[in-house]
Every structure is written in C-alpha cells, then in structure tokens.
C-alpha cells in the first residue's frame, strides 16, 4: 500500500484534473473511483495514526486523549462572541 503521502498527492493531482472540466466522461469517472480508493486509504492511514497516538499517550500516564478543535468551530465561537460584544 502506497503511504499517505503518496496517496494525497495522488488525490491533490486527480482533484485538478477533474476539476479543469475537459476530462471525457469515461476518463472522469475512471478517475473520481481512484479519488475515492484514495480518500478510503487516507482516512485508513489516519485512523492507525491516530490509534498509534492513543496508545503512545496511554502508556505515558496520560488519562485522556484530548480531540483537536476544528478551526470553523474556533471562528464560528469568535463570531458568536462579536454578536454579543456589539449588543
């Protein structure tokens, strides 16, 4: 199995390609199933780091694995604060 990396790029390529609009149907549709083979292997390397990360923490004493913040979340709770502020 190629590595994340590789297949991100893969995926990043395929993205352009599709989205320029000149790909004959046939080709596009060839091309939007190897985006999704690769978008399946991502999230798949993804989830084992994560697990490798998870139990790295818990063998180093840690009790909780914290999730990080989405960053629309992070703006979308400064926008709520700047409704509040000009009340």
Same mark, same amino acid.
């Given at each position: 199995?190629?590595?994340?990396? &590789?297949? %991100? +790029?893969?995926?990043?390529?395929?993205?352009?390609? /599709?989205?320029? +609009?000149?790909?004959? %149907? =046939?080709?596009?549709?060839? $091309?939007? =199933?190897? +985006?999704?083979? /690769?978008?399946? &292997?991502? &999230? $798949?390397?993804?989830?084992?780091?994560?697990?490798?990360?998870?139990? /790295? %923490?818990?063998? *180093? +004493?840690?009790?909780?694995?914290? *999730?990080? @913040?989405?960053?629309?979340?992070?703006?979308?709770? @400064?926008? @709520?604060? @700047?409704?509040?502020?000009?009340?």
């Amino acid at each position: 199995m190629p590595d994340f990396e &590789q297949s %991100l +790029g893969e995926l990043e390529a395929l993205v352009q390609k /599709l989205e320029q +609009g000149d790909v004959p %149907l =046939e080709e596009a549709l060839k $091309t939007f =199933e190897r +985006g999704v083979a /690769l978008t399946r &292997q991502c &999230q $798949t390397a993804l989830r084992s780091a994560q697990q490798k990360v998870e139990v /790295l %923490l818990s063998k *180093n +004493g840690e009790e909780a694995v914290e *999730n990080f @913040d989405d960053e629309d979340e992070d703006e979308d709770e @400064d926008e @709520d604060e @700047d409704d509040e502020a000009g009340r």
